[in-house]
Nanobody, 120 residues
Framework: QIQLVESGGGLVQAGGSLTLSCAASGDTSCILTMGWYRQAPGKEREWVASFARDGRAYYADSVKGRFTISRDNSKNTMYQQMNSLKPEDTAVYYC??????????????WGQGTQVTVSS
């Protein structure tokens, strides 16, 4: 089992910045990939950014150049620095972890979500 706790959401004006955090606990040795998704009102949840199994970071086109993800393995925490925020970035942001199915159960875990609201 892996538990995820997000923090750092809030209200910011367009052009501003926020940093989200996702702290993982439990069987963190099972983590294969770790990333962020978001869901805006009335829309489906969409992928934002993630670390692949090779450790490289990948980004959705809509956030590329504005968002940066990083991780502190000593704290089992992932961060998402969001700059130049736009009203269309308004959403609930979810942390996502995929377990390695070869050595663990291969389960998918989600955090509880943190609201990001960007005002125009």
């Amino acid at each position: 089992q892996i538990q995820l706790v997000e923090s750092g959401g809030g209200l910011v004006q367009a052009g501003g910045s926020l940093t989200l955090s996702c702290a993982a606990s439990g069987d963190t040795s099972c983590i294969l990939t770790m990333g962020w998704y978001r869901q805006a009102p009335g829309k489906e949840r969409e992928w934002v950014a993630s670390f692949a199994r090779d450790g490289r970071a990948y980004y959705a086109d809509s956030v590329k150049g504005r968002f940066t993800i990083s991780r502190d393995n000593s704290k089992n925490t992932m961060y998402q620095q969001m700059n130049s925020l736009k009203p269309e970035d308004t959403a609930v942001y979810y942390c996502n972890v995929q377990e390695d199915g070869k050595v663990c159960a291969g389960a998918t875990y989600w955090g509880q979500g943190t609201q990001v609201t960007v005002s125009s």
